[in-house]
Antibody, heavy 121, light 107 residues
Protein backbone atom coordinates (compact mmCIF):
# COMPACT_ATOMS: atom_id res chain seq x y z
CA UNK A 1 0.00 0.00 0.00
CA UNK A 2 1.24 3.45 -0.96
CA UNK A 3 2.55 5.38 2.02
CA UNK A 4 3.58 8.99 2.54
CA UNK A 5 5.13 10.10 5.82
CA UNK A 6 5.72 13.74 6.68
CA UNK A 7 8.24 14.90 9.24
CA UNK A 8 9.93 18.07 10.42
CA UNK A 9 7.04 19.90 12.00
CA UNK A 10 7.36 21.76 15.26
CA UNK A 11 7.17 25.13 16.95
CA UNK A 12 8.97 28.09 15.37
CA UNK A 13 8.97 31.81 16.03
CA UNK A 14 7.55 34.30 13.54
CA UNK A 15 10.16 35.07 10.91
CA UNK A 16 11.78 31.70 11.42
CA UNK A 17 12.35 28.78 9.08
CA UNK A 18 11.48 25.11 8.98
CA UNK A 19 11.98 22.31 6.47
CA UNK A 20 9.42 19.56 6.10
CA UNK A 21 10.11 16.20 4.51
CA UNK A 22 7.76 13.73 2.87
CA UNK A 23 9.12 10.21 2.43
CA UNK A 24 7.30 7.88 0.11
CA UNK A 25 7.24 4.12 0.19
CA UNK A 26 5.81 1.37 -1.98
CA UNK A 27 5.89 3.62 -5.03
CA UNK A 28 8.45 5.80 -6.79
CA UNK A 29 7.87 9.53 -6.61
CA UNK A 30 9.88 9.91 -9.82
CA UNK A 31 6.73 8.86 -11.66
CA UNK A 32 4.47 11.43 -10.02
CA UNK A 33 3.96 15.12 -9.51
CA UNK A 34 3.84 15.86 -5.80
CA UNK A 35 2.11 18.50 -3.70
CA UNK A 36 1.95 20.18 -0.32
CA UNK A 37 -1.45 21.02 1.16
CA UNK A 38 -2.22 22.45 4.58
CA UNK A 39 -5.10 22.81 6.99
CA UNK A 40 -5.05 25.61 9.54
CA UNK A 41 -6.87 25.00 12.85
CA UNK A 42 -10.60 25.08 12.29
CA UNK A 43 -10.15 25.87 8.60
CA UNK A 44 -10.40 24.04 5.32
CA UNK A 45 -7.78 22.59 3.00
CA UNK A 46 -5.40 24.89 1.14
CA UNK A 47 -3.17 23.79 -1.74
CA UNK A 48 0.32 25.26 -1.43
CA UNK A 49 2.78 23.94 -3.96
CA UNK A 50 3.44 21.46 -6.78
CA UNK A 51 6.62 19.96 -8.18
CA UNK A 52 6.72 17.92 -11.37
CA UNK A 53 8.46 14.57 -11.87
CA UNK A 54 12.05 15.77 -12.12
CA UNK A 55 11.75 19.01 -10.20
CA UNK A 56 12.14 21.30 -13.20
CA UNK A 57 8.70 22.87 -12.90
CA UNK A 58 7.22 24.20 -9.67
CA UNK A 59 4.06 26.14 -8.94
CA UNK A 60 2.99 27.92 -5.76
CA UNK A 61 -0.07 29.45 -4.18
CA UNK A 62 0.18 33.20 -3.81
CA UNK A 63 0.03 32.86 -0.01
CA UNK A 64 3.46 31.16 0.08
CA UNK A 65 5.14 32.32 -3.13
CA UNK A 66 8.57 33.75 -2.39
CA UNK A 67 8.63 32.25 1.12
CA UNK A 68 8.27 28.49 0.54
CA UNK A 69 10.42 26.39 -1.76
CA UNK A 70 9.39 22.91 -2.85
CA UNK A 71 12.02 20.38 -3.89
CA UNK A 72 12.51 16.67 -4.31
CA UNK A 73 15.23 14.03 -4.24
CA UNK A 74 14.01 11.13 -6.34
CA UNK A 75 17.02 9.01 -5.29
CA UNK A 76 15.74 9.23 -1.70
CA UNK A 77 12.09 8.99 -2.74
CA UNK A 78 11.52 12.13 -0.71
CA UNK A 79 9.97 15.55 -1.26
CA UNK A 80 10.64 18.66 0.79
CA UNK A 81 9.34 22.13 1.48
CA UNK A 82 11.60 24.82 2.86
CA UNK A 83 9.48 27.35 4.72
CA UNK A 84 11.07 30.75 5.41
CA UNK A 85 9.76 34.01 6.84
CA UNK A 86 7.08 32.08 8.69
CA UNK A 87 4.02 33.94 9.94
CA UNK A 88 1.51 33.07 12.63
CA UNK A 89 -1.04 32.41 9.88
CA UNK A 90 1.18 29.58 8.59
CA UNK A 91 0.23 27.55 11.66
CA UNK A 92 -1.36 24.40 10.26
CA UNK A 93 -1.12 20.69 9.69
CA UNK A 94 0.94 20.20 6.54
CA UNK A 95 0.18 17.27 4.25
CA UNK A 96 2.07 15.91 1.30
CA UNK A 97 -0.02 14.39 -1.43
CA UNK A 98 0.56 12.47 -4.63
CA UNK A 99 -0.88 14.01 -7.78
CA UNK A 100 -2.66 12.05 -10.48
CA UNK A 101 -3.34 13.41 -13.93
CA UNK A 102 -1.55 15.98 -16.06
CA UNK A 103 -0.75 19.30 -14.40
CA UNK A 104 -2.75 21.33 -13.55
CA UNK A 105 -5.42 18.64 -13.79
CA UNK A 106 -4.30 16.99 -10.60
CA UNK A 107 -6.39 15.26 -8.04
CA UNK A 108 -4.66 13.99 -4.90
CA UNK A 109 -4.97 10.22 -4.71
CA UNK A 110 -2.75 9.54 -1.70
CA UNK A 111 -1.98 11.66 1.34
CA UNK A 112 0.32 11.52 4.31
CA UNK A 113 -0.94 11.79 7.88
CA UNK A 114 0.35 15.32 8.21
CA UNK A 115 2.82 17.18 10.41
CA UNK A 116 1.90 20.11 12.64
CA UNK A 117 3.67 23.42 12.27
CA UNK A 118 3.06 26.03 14.94
CA UNK A 119 4.33 29.56 14.43
CA UNK A 120 4.27 31.38 17.72
CA UNK A 121 6.40 33.64 19.86
CA UNK B 1 -8.42 31.99 -8.74
CA UNK B 2 -11.52 29.83 -9.10
CA UNK B 3 -13.67 30.00 -5.98
CA UNK B 4 -15.66 26.99 -4.82
CA UNK B 5 -18.68 27.24 -2.55
CA UNK B 6 -20.35 24.30 -0.83
CA UNK B 7 -23.81 23.91 0.59
CA UNK B 8 -24.84 23.21 3.15
CA UNK B 9 -21.91 24.04 5.40
CA UNK B 10 -23.11 21.36 7.79
CA UNK B 11 -25.90 18.84 8.07
CA UNK B 12 -27.18 16.28 10.51
CA UNK B 13 -28.25 12.87 9.29
CA UNK B 14 -28.95 9.37 10.50
CA UNK B 15 -27.45 6.05 9.53
CA UNK B 16 -29.25 4.86 6.41
CA UNK B 17 -30.11 8.34 5.14
CA UNK B 18 -29.23 9.67 1.70
CA UNK B 19 -27.15 12.85 1.80
CA UNK B 20 -26.50 15.33 -1.02
CA UNK B 21 -23.80 18.00 -0.94
CA UNK B 22 -23.49 20.70 -3.57
CA UNK B 23 -20.34 22.41 -4.86
CA UNK B 24 -20.49 25.46 -7.11
CA UNK B 25 -17.54 26.92 -9.03
CA UNK B 26 -17.15 30.65 -9.74
CA UNK B 27 -16.52 29.82 -13.39
CA UNK B 28 -16.88 26.77 -15.60
CA UNK B 29 -14.45 23.97 -14.85
CA UNK B 30 -15.79 21.27 -17.18
CA UNK B 31 -15.59 18.04 -15.16
CA UNK B 32 -12.33 18.88 -13.36
CA UNK B 33 -13.67 18.30 -9.87
CA UNK B 34 -12.80 15.91 -7.07
CA UNK B 35 -14.42 15.11 -3.74
CA UNK B 36 -12.56 14.20 -0.55
CA UNK B 37 -13.58 12.89 2.85
CA UNK B 38 -11.72 14.29 5.84
CA UNK B 39 -12.06 12.93 9.33
CA UNK B 40 -10.54 14.79 12.27
CA UNK B 41 -6.94 13.76 12.78
CA UNK B 42 -6.86 11.69 9.61
CA UNK B 43 -5.55 12.25 6.13
CA UNK B 44 -8.04 13.33 3.45
CA UNK B 45 -9.32 10.51 1.28
CA UNK B 46 -10.10 10.86 -2.42
CA UNK B 47 -13.63 9.67 -3.17
CA UNK B 48 -14.57 10.97 -6.61
CA UNK B 49 -12.57 12.51 -9.46
CA UNK B 50 -13.50 13.89 -12.87
CA UNK B 51 -16.81 14.85 -11.21
CA UNK B 52 -18.27 11.34 -11.37
CA UNK B 53 -15.51 8.70 -11.41
CA UNK B 54 -15.33 6.58 -8.28
CA UNK B 55 -11.82 6.23 -6.87
CA UNK B 56 -10.65 2.64 -6.56
CA UNK B 57 -11.61 1.09 -3.23
CA UNK B 58 -14.32 3.64 -2.42
CA UNK B 59 -17.75 2.15 -1.66
CA UNK B 60 -20.35 2.48 -4.40
CA UNK B 61 -22.74 4.33 -2.07
CA UNK B 62 -20.68 7.42 -2.96
CA UNK B 63 -21.47 9.05 -6.29
CA UNK B 64 -20.79 12.35 -7.98
CA UNK B 65 -22.39 14.28 -10.80
CA UNK B 66 -22.29 17.62 -12.56
CA UNK B 67 -20.22 19.63 -14.99
CA UNK B 68 -19.50 23.26 -15.71
CA UNK B 69 -20.21 25.11 -12.47
CA UNK B 70 -22.57 22.88 -10.48
CA UNK B 71 -21.67 19.56 -8.89
CA UNK B 72 -23.13 17.19 -6.34
CA UNK B 73 -21.83 14.45 -4.08
CA UNK B 74 -24.42 11.91 -2.99
CA UNK B 75 -23.98 9.37 -0.22
CA UNK B 76 -26.59 6.64 -0.25
CA UNK B 77 -27.40 4.68 2.89
CA UNK B 78 -25.11 6.66 5.18
CA UNK B 79 -22.85 4.48 7.31
CA UNK B 80 -21.29 5.30 10.72
CA UNK B 81 -17.86 5.73 9.14
CA UNK B 82 -19.24 8.39 6.75
CA UNK B 83 -19.66 11.04 9.43
CA UNK B 84 -16.88 13.42 8.44
CA UNK B 85 -16.22 16.63 6.53
CA UNK B 86 -16.39 16.61 2.74
CA UNK B 87 -14.44 18.91 0.46
CA UNK B 88 -14.65 19.54 -3.26
CA UNK B 89 -11.51 20.51 -5.21
CA UNK B 90 -11.17 21.92 -8.71
CA UNK B 91 -8.26 20.97 -10.93
CA UNK B 92 -9.19 22.90 -14.04
CA UNK B 93 -6.81 25.79 -13.38
CA UNK B 94 -3.93 26.69 -11.10
CA UNK B 95 -4.08 27.56 -8.27
CA UNK B 96 -5.84 24.36 -7.30
CA UNK B 97 -8.60 25.28 -4.88
CA UNK B 98 -10.86 23.56 -2.38
CA UNK B 99 -14.35 24.32 -1.23
CA UNK B 100 -14.86 25.33 2.42
CA UNK B 101 -16.18 21.91 3.40
CA UNK B 102 -19.46 20.35 4.49
CA UNK B 103 -19.57 18.68 7.88
CA UNK B 104 -21.84 15.66 8.13
CA UNK B 105 -22.66 14.74 11.70
CA UNK B 106 -24.98 12.37 13.48
CA UNK B 107 -28.54 13.51 14.08
Amino acid sequence: QVQLVESGGGVVQPGGSLRLSCEASRFSISNHGMHWVRQAPGKGLEWLAFIEFHGNYKNYADSVKGRFTISRDNSKNTMYVQMDSLRTEDTAVYYCARGRGQWPSHRFDNWGQGTLVTVSS
Amino acid sequence: AIQLTQSPSSLSASVGDTVTITCRASQGISSALAWYQKDSGKAPKLLIYDASSLQSGVPSRFSGSGSGTDFTLTINSLQPEDFATYYCQQFNTSPLTFGPGTKVDIK
